[in-house]
């Protein structure tokens, strides 16, 4: 691979994830009182995201790229959002799961 080759597909790639940035970065601007911790993890869990729903969107239809650009903008805004929900979502699953395997192999009527 050449030097001019690896830009091409750096750019590439670049250009792919402007769209979903975009999204989480408009999010970010109506979100007052974030640290910039908080507000990294939730850029980068919005440009993830939505990187891949665009390449999951590209494999299933077949729409225009300006479609598929849309379809990853709202997606990386959605995802934003979303973010503290699943993050609370997994710790509370997290937190219940040492108990659930504790009934699971010893049910409550058999514990001393």
Do not use: N
Request: charged share 10%; proline share 5%.
């Amino acid at each position: 691979m050449t030097l001019r080759d690896a830009a091409v597909a750096a750019t590439t790639f670049a250009a792919g994830l402007v769209p979903s940035a975009l999204g989480a970065a408009v999010s970010l601007a109506y979100e007052p009182g974030l640290t910039w911790s908080q507000r990294f993890a939730q850029l980068s869990v919005g440009v993830c995201v939505s990187y891949f729903v665009g390449g999951v969107v590209h494999g299933l239809t077949d729409w225009s790229a300006f479609v598929l650009q849309a379809v990853q903008f709202v997606t990386g805004m959605i995802a934003y959002k979303a973010t503290p929900r699943v993050t609370q979502a997994l710790l509370e699953r997290v937190v219940a799961l040492p108990g659930a395997l504790l009934d699971r192999v010893l049910p409550r009527g058999d514990r001393p």
